[in-house]
């Protein structure tokens, strides 16, 4: 197994460098740099009393250069990039004046709410409805919560979001939940159960849009991979020597089944908080990480792009690398020891 952690942590590294190399030479096409972004900020503040051409005269525009690196050919400011990413700096942000370490930590509160409660929620939701699917499939509650499944996971989060905006918040009929924040003003005032209630009633509304179309895949998963199970020889075998099904179920066929799954668990925890959806971050006025990239890569902030793209692509391989091992932990009968060789 130590042989193959080792491989696989040397492909980490050209994958990582990899992306880093295509974003990068993208960038450098990309019109609209920081320098004319501030120009044209610049323009928009002075209501166009003058030109950026004629009032920014080649000095300014140097200097800004410079500040930036922008000065530097862009194999230097390659090279620096990775210099600083192998010892995890990751650049100060060109239009916030922060660096993206304080950025990042800033929204993780949202990002880590939002995925942390989805990813529970959904397995909490999906795995007791798709073990119910499975022991009774075929009957007219496994084609109506089929029905149900399919319907929420072709509705657009961000639809459904507009939806009970209109329905719940304050649009055309109730005005039962916010819209802004993961808590409210005086929130630290509060004593301990308010503070908790008062989290929840902020949180209601999006994970809700979330919750709604993530759970359909893990839920249709656990339905076919049990049913799958309940097939093979063994659950004969088992229901011939006079095993209850209850029994059955929980003794034989649920370790099996939740193989898939529960190997599965890393990947979507990380995924659920740090690939947040922005168009729920922005419906609600909720200031995460996916909100943060979005708005990096229209303003063209990129020490903000490239930083995240480098540290959530990092996390993305090792929590791979980690999914991969944890078959070994669930079903021990997997050896790694043929892979290496």
């Given amino acids: 197994m130590l042989s193959y952690i080792l491989r696989r942590v040397l492909l980490m590294l050209p994958t990582l460098l990899g992306a880093l190399t295509v974003t990068f030479v993208v960038v450098q096409f990309v019109p ?6 501030l120009m044209a900020e610049a323009h928009a503040t002075n209501k166009g009393s003058y030109k950026a051409g004629r009032d920014l005269d080649q000095q300014h525009i140097a200097a800004l250069k410079k500040l930036y690196g922008f000065d ?11 210099s600083n990413f192998a010892r995890f700096d990751l650049g100060r942000s060109f239009l916030q004046n922060k660096t ?17 409660w989805t990813f529970l929620l959904s397995y909490l939701i999906s795995v007791p409805l798709g073990i119910a699917k499975a022991v009774r499939e075929g009957s007219r509650f496994d084609t109506l919560s089929t029905l149900f499944v399919l319907l929420g996971y072709a509705i657009p989060g961000f639809v459904l979001g507009v939806l009970l905006i209109v329905l719940f918040a304050g649009g055309s009929f109730l005005d039962w939940f916010p819209l802004r924040g993961l808590t409210s003003d005086g929130w630290s005032s509060l004593p301990w159960p308010a503070r908790i209630a008062d989290y929840f009633w902020h949180l209601t509304l999006p994970l809700i849009c979330l919750v709604i179309g993530s759970f359909a895949v893990t839920t249709m998963l656990t339905k076919n991979t049990f049913v799958e199970e309940m097939r093979k020889q063994y659950v004969l075998v088992a ?9 059955v179920l929980y003794k034989h066929i649920f370790r099996n089944a939740l193989i898939p799954l529960v190997t599965g668990f ?22 995460g990480l996916g909100l943060l990239a979005y708005q990096s890569a229209v303003r063209r902030d990129y020490p903000v792009v490239l930083g995240s793209l480098y540290l959530f692509t990092l996390i993305g391989l090792v929590v791979k690398l980690f999914s991969d091992l944890m078959y070994v932990v669930v079903d021990p009968r997997v050896q790694f020891t043929s892979v290496a060789k």
């Avoid at 370490?101 to 942390?116: F, Q, R």
């Fill in 72 to 82: 530097k050919p862009a194999y230097v400011r390659y090279f620096e990039m990775l």
């Fill in 100 to 116: 993206v370490w304080a950025l990042i930590k800033e929204k993780l509160p949202v990002s880590i709410s939002l995925g942390v």
């Fill in 266 to 287: 890393p990947a979507a925890f990380v995924g659920a908080f740090f690939a947040g959806s922005v168009l729920i971050e922005t419906l609600f006025s909720l200031d």
């Fill in 32 to 37: 609209g740099g920081p320098v004319e972004q």
């Fill in 239 to 247: 229901r011939a020597k006079g095993l209850s099904a209850k029994r």
